[in-house]
């Protein structure tokens, strides 16, 4: 069964930085394509970033510059540095997991965490 546990969030002011991670179990993680989404209060979910099992990675426009999708196969672990946050990224913020390529704007992931809050003020 797949598990994916997100963590790293937190409060933080405008122009610092945050590193989400989330831990994956029950699958090989090497062969499993991953992304981050995020979902603002009152406000539909967005693709952040995806990455597919070379490495290759997509970001959201909003985001570009300033966020990094990596994954540590060794680790089982997803990671989202964030760079220069704004107040326009609070949101919370989930980790999705499939064994096919799924572009940002596709949300129909297979395996989804539970999220971590980021609240920047």
């Known amino acids: 069964q797949v598990q994916l546990v997100e963590s790293g969030g937190g409060l933080v002011q405008p122009g610092r930085s945050l590193r989400l991670s989330c831990a994956g179990a029950?699958?090989?993680?090497?062969?499993?394509?991953m992304g981050w989404y995020r979902q603002a209060q009152g406000k539909e979910r967005e693709g952040v970033a995806v990455i597919d099992v070379d490495g290759a990675a997509s970001y959201a426009d909003s985001v570009k510059g300033r966020f990094a999708i990596s994954k540590d196969n060794a680790k089982n672990t997803l990671y989202l540095q964030m760079n220069s946050l704004k107040p326009t990224d609070t949101a919370m913020y989930y980790c999705?997991?499939?064994?096919?390529?799924?572009?940002?704007?596709?949300?129909?992931?297979?395996?989804w965490g539970q999220g971590t809050q980021v609240t920047v003020s």
């Open positions: 029950g699958f090989t993680f090497s062969s499993y394509y």
């Open positions: 999705a997991a499939d064994r096919v390529c799924r572009p940002i704007w596709d949300e129909s992931w297979q395996d």
